[in-house]
Structure formats: C-alpha cells, structure tokens
Nanobody
Framework: QVQLVESGGGLVQAGGSLRLSCAVS????????MDWYRQAPGNQRELVAGISSGGSTNYADSVKGRFTISKDNAKNTLYLQMNSLKPEDTAVYYC???????????????????WGQGTQVTVSS
C-alpha cells in the first residue's frame, strides 16, 4: 500500500506564505508524476501544480509566479511553496502521485493513483 501524508496547512493573512509537504511511503516501484490539487467548498477539485519524474513542472495560471512545486527524492517528499497568498487560494490541498507498484502475486507492475487526506489552507483578507 501507498500512503501520502500532507502537512503544513493553516491560517495565514493575505500576502503571507505557507509551505506544504507530502510524505510518501509504502511499496512503490516508480513514480511518474506528483501533483498538488485543491478543492474549495462548492468547487471541483483542480490541479494546482505538478512535477514529473524528470523534474518538469506545470502550474495552474492562477498560481503561476506565486507557487513553486518541488520534491526531495531521497526523502520521498513533495513540497508546495505558496507565496503571496490570496483569499481565493483558500481550499483543502491534496497531494497525488501516479506511478507503479509491484503485485507480489503476479510480479507485474500495477498502476498507482494515490491521494493524501488533505490539508486545509485558509487565507484571510
């Protein structure tokens, strides 16, 4: 099984910063992509930022220039540095990984698409 545990959320004033972390553990053969999503009340979950196994990054237009996604492969941890936060950034933030694990019964690679439990980010005006 794969476990993802987010941390770092909280309450911050507009213009402030937060750094989210997502610790990944479990039986993983390889990771293709690691992403941060967010979901505000009444809204659909949306992709905020992503980073590929090769280090390529992509961002939602709404966070470009303010958020930075990074990862530490040695620590199996994904990060999201959020600067210049706005009230509209308020949401529950989730990390997601896509990759492969090994099915020990068949010894075949099996897709992984795992989510963390989410961490609340609240930005006050």
């Amino acid at each position: 099984q794969v476990q993802l545990v987010e941390s770092g959320g909280g309450l911050v004033q507009a213009g402030g910063s937060l750094r989210l972390s997502c610790a990944v553990s479990g039986s993983i053969f390889s990771i293709k992509d690691m992403d941060w999503y967010r979901q505000a009340p009444g809204n659909q979950r949306e992709l905020v930022a992503g980073i590929s196994s090769g280090g390529s990054t992509n961002y939602a237009d709404s966070v470009k220039g303010r958020f930075t996604i990074s990862k530490d492969n040695a620590k199996n941890t994904l990060y999201l540095q959020m600067n210049s936060l706005k009230p509209e950034d308020t949401a529950v933030y989730y990390c997601n990984i896509k990759g492969f694990t090994v099915d020990h019964g068949s010894s075949r690679l099996v897709d992984i698409d795992s989510w963390g439990q989410g961490t609340q980010v609240t930005v006050s005006s």
